[in-house]
T-cell receptor, first 118, second 109 residues
Framework: SAVISQKPSRDICQRGTSLTIQCQVD?????MFWYRQQPGQSLTLIAT?????????ESGFVIDKFPISRPNLTFSTLTVSNMSPEDSSIYLC???????????????FGEGSRLTVL | KQEVTQIPAALSVPEGENLVLNCSFT??????LQWFRQDPGKGLTSLLL?????REQTSGRLNASLDKSSGRSTLYIAASQPGDSATYLC????????FGTGTRLKVLA
């Protein structure tokens, strides 16, 4: 299994500012994803972070608002830009497990980053 | 577009009961299905993964089954304990996972 570390774990931000969340995996993984969990809701996929290329965004999410980087096979960042109170959520990084060259398909999560926008 | 629904949305049971959580998905093409639990304020813990070639998986008191043809999965929890209280989420996919609406479980001592 993969161990995923996210930081910050929580933050309180002012409207109009931007915040970058970092995600570090303890082993190389084929795929990394960013999800959002709004209060009392389930998880919604924001984008797939692609190593060495632009992220693939889901419907309703755009690169200008949620720029994502993935410089290597163990690290990714998500930036929440020009924040408003509606962006107050938990943002979760996840990674697809690999066993050698085999993609086992099992998904692992970090502890999440809880953002509150005032 | 894949949609994943979980029933019931919330469940409260006395300790010791056996219970079943349901997960339905609209696209019954071959998928992996994974069950997670989420404790309040925490991330997700993987419970069971059923790969496309499998019909069920077991871990301790947990058993998950998958019927791709009907687009359904069930998570069976035997002899429930207060420590099982959490939100249970199913996720369907292969390259990317779509999450269900969740079942909030409370096991009463």
């Amino acid at each position: 299994s993969a161990v995923i570390s996210q930081k910050p774990s929580r933050d309180i931000c002012q409207r109009g500012t931007s915040l970058t969340i970092q995600c570090q995996v303890d082993s190389q993984v084929t795929m990394m994803f960013w999800y959002r969990q709004q209060p009392g809701q389930s998880l919604t996929l924001i984008a797939t972070a692609n190593q060495g290329s632009e992220a693939t965004y889901e419907s309703g999410f755009v690169i200008d608002k949620f720029p994502i980087s993935r410089p290597n096979l163990t690290f990714s960042t998500l930036t929440v830009s020009n924040m408003s109170p509606e962006d107050s959520s938990i943002y979760l990084c996840s990674a697809k497990s690999t066993s050698g060259s085999i993609d086992t398909g099992e998904l692992f999560f970090g502890e999440g980053s809880r953002l509150t926008v005032l | 577009k894949q949609e994943v629904t979980q029933i019931p949305a919330a469940l409260s049971v006395p300790e010791g009961e056996n219970l079943v959580l349901n997960c339905s998905f609209t696209d019954s093409a071959i998928y992996n299905l994974q069950w997670f639990r989420q404790d309040p304020g925490k991330g997700l813990t993987s419970l069971l993964l059923i790969q496309s070639s499998q019909r069920e998986q077991t871990s301790g008191r947990l058993n998950a089954s998958l019927d791709k043809s009907s687009g359904r999965s069930t998570l069976y929890i035997a002899a429930s304990q207060p420590g099982d209280s959490a939100t249970y989420l199913c996720a369907v996919g292969l390259y990317k996972y779509i999450f269900g609406t969740g079942t909030r479980l409370k096991v009463l001592a």
